[in-house]
C-alpha cells in the first residue's frame, strides 16, 4: 500500500480581495520507507504542501490518502487523532517547550494517547538514548545546543513510533557539520523503515535523499530518483580530516 497518495492537491488562500494558489494540482505517489526531499524558491508552496501532508491543514481541492485512507475532508479532531497516530513533526526552530526537560519533551506526543505514565518515560528515555542524548535527559531546551535540541525533537517525533517524519528546514538553524550529523541522524532513522518528507531549500542537504521533487509558482515542475550521499560517511570524513590536521 502507498504511504502518500495524492490527485490534484490544491490550496488557496484568501488574500486581500482574491486568492493566492499557494498550491496546484500536485499528484504525486509515495511509497513506504522513502526519503523524499521537496525543493524550490521561496514562496514556490514547499511548506504549503508539507502542511497539508502533515494534516496540519486541508486542501481546497483535491485528493490525499494516507495509508490508504482519504484524509482531505476530515474534520480538525480526527485530522489530529491521524497526526498523532501517523506522523511525526521536526521545525527548523525545534518547537520545544522551554520548561520542561527533554525527557518530558519526547514523553508529550505520548501524554494525547492511551500509554501509561510509565511506559512513556521508558520510551521517551530509550528514543533519546538512541539519538545519543542518553546523558542529557533532565536537560531544559535552553542548556542544550541546536543540534542537541534538533535530536531533541527528533526522538520526539519518532517516539509515538510514525510512518512519516515531516520536516520543515530541519538544519536551517544549524551550522553546517551539525546540519550534517543531523541528516546522519535522520538517514538512519530512515534505514529503520520511518519515511521521511522534508522540505528544504540548501541542495547541499537535499543531497541525502534518495528522490527530489521540485516547486515552482506552486506547481509540482520535477520529481526525481537520486542517488542519495551518505551523511555518515562525510562526518566520518571531516573528523578524519581533522584528525589528521591536528
Ligand atoms: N496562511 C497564508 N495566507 C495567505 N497566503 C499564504 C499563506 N501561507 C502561504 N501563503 C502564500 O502561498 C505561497 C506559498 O507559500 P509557502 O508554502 O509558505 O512557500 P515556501 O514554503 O515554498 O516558501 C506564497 O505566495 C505565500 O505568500
Ligand atoms: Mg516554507
Redesign the pocket.
Known amino acids: 500500500m502507498l504511504l502518500i497518495e495524492t490527485q490534484g492537491l490544491t490550496k488557496h488562500?484568501?488574500?486581500g480581495e482574491g486568492t493566492?494558489a499557494?498550491?496546484s494540482g500536485v499528484s504525486l505517489a509515495v511509497s513506504p520507507g522513502e526519503f523524499v526531499a521537496a525543493m524550490?524558491?521561496?514562496?514556490?508552496?514547499?511548506?504549503?504542501?508539507l502542511n497539508l501532508i502533515g494534516c496540519l491543514d486541508r486542501p481546497t481541492r483535491g485528493e490525499y490518502r494516507l495509508v490508504g485512507e482519504d484524509v482531505s475532508r476530515l474534520p480538525p479532531d480526527r485530522l489530529a487523532g491521524i497526526r498523532n497516530r501517523r506522523l511525526g513533526f521536526v521545525f527548523q526552530s525545534f518547537n520545544l517547550l522551554p520548561r520542561a526537560d527533554a525527557l518530558a519533551n519526547v514523553e508529550l506526543p505520548l501524554v494525547y494517547g492511551s500509554v501509561g505514565r510509565r511506559e512513556r518515560r521508558e520510551r521517551a528515555a530509550a528514543m533519546l538514548a538512541l539519538v545519543g542524548l542518553g546523558e542529557r535527559m533532565h536537560h531544559r531546551p535552553s542548556q542544550l545546543s541546536g543540534g542537541q535540541q534538533q535530536r531533541v525533537a527528533i526522538a520526539r517525533a519518532l517516539v509515538n513510533e510514525p510512518d512519516l517524519i515531516l520536516a520543515d528546514e530541519p538544519t536551517g538553524a544549524l551550522d553546517s557539520r551539525t546540519g550534517l550529523e543531523i541528516m546522519a541522524l535522520l538517514q538512519g532513522m530512515n534505514r529503520e523503515g520511518v519515511a521521511v518528507l522534508m522540505?528544504t531549500h540548501d541542495a547541499e542537504i537535499a543531497r541525502f535523499a534518495s528522490r527530489c521533487l521540485r516547486?515552482h509558482d506552486?506547481r509540482l515542475v520535477a520529481d526525481e530518483a537520486q542517488a542519495p550521499a551518505a551523511a555518515s560517511a562525510e562526518l566520518a570524513a571531516l573528523d578524519d580530516g581533522g584528525a589528521r590536521a591536528a
Open positions: 488562500y484568501a488574500a493566492v499557494a498550491l524550490g524558491p521561496s514562496g514556490s508552496g514547499k511548506s504549503t504542501f522540505v516547486f506552486g
